[in-house]
């Protein structure tokens, strides 16, 4: 089993910056993907980031070029920086991984956090 607990949310202004992090605990070793999901209110769960244990990574197009996704193998942890925010980044954003890349861009990986608020003002 893994743990995953999301810390970093909160209130800002428009075109400011906040970063989100996910520690991860537990069966570490089975985890090769970790990312970034979001939902707003009415919405789907959306795809934010992605990252593997080589590094490569993945971003939605909405968010590409403003937000960047990092990950700390020694703590366990990876990271959501994210600048220029606008008031549509406004979700709550869960973290997710797996030991399989797909099902983290799928959406069905096998361990989620419980997610952290993040509200963007106009």
């Known amino acids: 089993q893994v743990q995953l607990v999301e810390s970093g949310g909160g209130l800002v202004q428009a075109g400011g910056s906040l970063r989100l992090s996910c520690a991860a605990s537990?069966?570490?070793?089975?985890?090769?993907?970790m990312g970034w999901y979001r939902q707003a209110p009415g919405n789907q769960r959306e795809l934010v980031a992605v990252i593997t244990n080589d590094g490569p990574t993945h971003y939605a197009g909405s968010v590409k070029g403003r937000f960047t996704i990092s990950r700390d193998g020694a703590k366990n942890t990876v990271y959501l920086q994210m600048n220029s925010l606008k008031p549509e980044d406004t979700a709550v954003y869960y973290c997710?991984?797996?030991?399989?890349?797909?099902?983290?861009?799928?959406?069905?990986?096998?361990?989620w956090g419980q997610g952290t608020q993040v509200t963007v003002s106009s």
């Open positions: 537990g069966s570490i070793s089975s985890i090769a993907t």
């Open positions: 997710t991984a797996d030991r399989i890349f797909g099902k983290v861009v799928a959406g069905t990986a096998g361990y």
